[in-house]
């Protein structure tokens, strides 16, 4: 139980990349509970935060009156929901396109988070919600682009909160996460035939990406968020001298490992006909090429992390690629 002196803050997938390093960074300030919401709160990484001091606590997105319950006295609630953990089992073995596999994740997306948002907004103690979210494609293209549907789950859930959920939608912060720094586009592989090192992309030349490093740096954009800003902010997240062009990313890789790569562009039609790669993805590229994040930024008002009012300390990628073992970059 939290200490009646105690903020409680409860963390929605705290076992997963970003709700961990939310949970962490909660449990080392003062004045704040944490209560960790997962599936199975006995797994090791649920341990692990039991172990830091987190409150562990069992609720599923599908279960309204879980959440409720797991959302009880909070103060503050980081939400986020999982579009690929969907998408990859609804599509184990069930023989479904990807795109009916993506309309799938969609639908049980926004349903899980029109669940959260039911509970928490029936909370009189909650003061502020963070949500991880993604900008809507389709909006932001005018419709071009209608083949990648997990910004548009995402898009949709804020919608929802801000036409259905008026009283929460006035505690709510957005947190964009950027492209991951584990993101296998951004890791060059050995080719076996030529030895030497590739990386495949459809992107432009030139075309800038921003990147995160989720498991360290989520729980201090959150805290800022929470903290430090006004409910309604909008923020991109990613590292510090992190909003690089592709060939800059590659070129970091190079530096730290010391080895040349070749970057092999292909159309993404190509990428989708020879390597099978989804529209999920390809379209979100698409998008890329034509307006940018800077275009995103704009559109939707979001805000840089240098912008907030006390800007967390983050690792370049550059020094995140220094802190792992070679082995694991030259695999």
């Known amino acids: 139980m939290a200490s009646s002196s105690l903020k409680v803050i409860t963390v929605v997938g705290a076992t997963g990349n970003q709700g961990s390093s939310v949970a962490r960074t909660f449990l080392s300030l003062p004045g704040w509970h944490v209560r960790a ?14 172990a830091l001091g987190a409150e562990l606590v069992r609720a599923d997105l599908s279960d309204i009156a879980s959440l409720v319950q ?67 494609i389709k909006a932001a293209s005018n419709g071009k682009y209608t083949r990648s549907y997990h910004p548009e789950s995402k898009a949709a859930i804020v919608s929802y909160i801000e036409a259905e959920e008026p009283a929460l939608a006035k505690k709510m912060s957005i947190v964009i996460p950027a492209g991951y720094s584990t993101n ?48 309604g902010t909008k923020l991109l997240a ?48 698409n998008f890329v090429n034509d307006h940018g994040y800077d275009y995103v930024l704009a559109r939707e008002g979001i805000i840089a992390p240098c912008q907030l009012s006390n800007p967390p300390e983050t690792k370049s990628y550059k020094a995140w690629l220094k802190g792992k073992p070679m082995e694991e970059l030259l695999c």
């Not at 919401?37 to 039991?50: I, T």
């Not at 592989?189 to 075309?207: E, F, H, I």
Request: aromatic content about 10%; glycine content about 6%; hydrophobic content about 40%.
């Open 184 to 231: 296998p586009m951004f890791s060059p592989t050995l080719d076996p035939k030529s030895g030497q090192y590739v990386v495949v992309t459809a992107l432009n030349r030139g075309c800038k990406m921003p990147i995160l490093d989720p498991s360290e740096v989520m729980g201090p954009f959150v805290r800022a968020l929470i903290e430090d800003e006004e409910p």
């Open 37 to 50: 919401v997962a599936r199975n709160p006995s797994s090791q990484k649920a341990e692990e935060l039991r």
């Open 238 to 285: 990613y590292n510090k001298d992190s909003f690089l062009p592709f060939e800059e990313i590659v070129q970091a890789w190079t530096e730290v490992t010391g080895k040349e790569v070749q970057i092999i562009r292909m159309k993404p039609e190509d990428l989708h006909e020879q390597l099978n790669l989804p529209w999920e993805l390809l379209d979100g590229i």
């Open 70 to 136: 797991a959302f009880g006295n909070s103060h503050a609630i980081f939400l986020n929901t999982d579009f690929w953990e969907t998408y990859r089992s609804v599509g184990t073995g069930s023989g479904l396109t990807p795109l009916a596999c993506s309309r799938a994740a969609y639908e049980k997306e926004v349903f899980y988070g029109k669940n959260a948002a039911i509970a928490a907004a029936s909370v009189p103690t909650l003061e502020r919600l963070v949500y991880s979210s993604l900008a809507s």
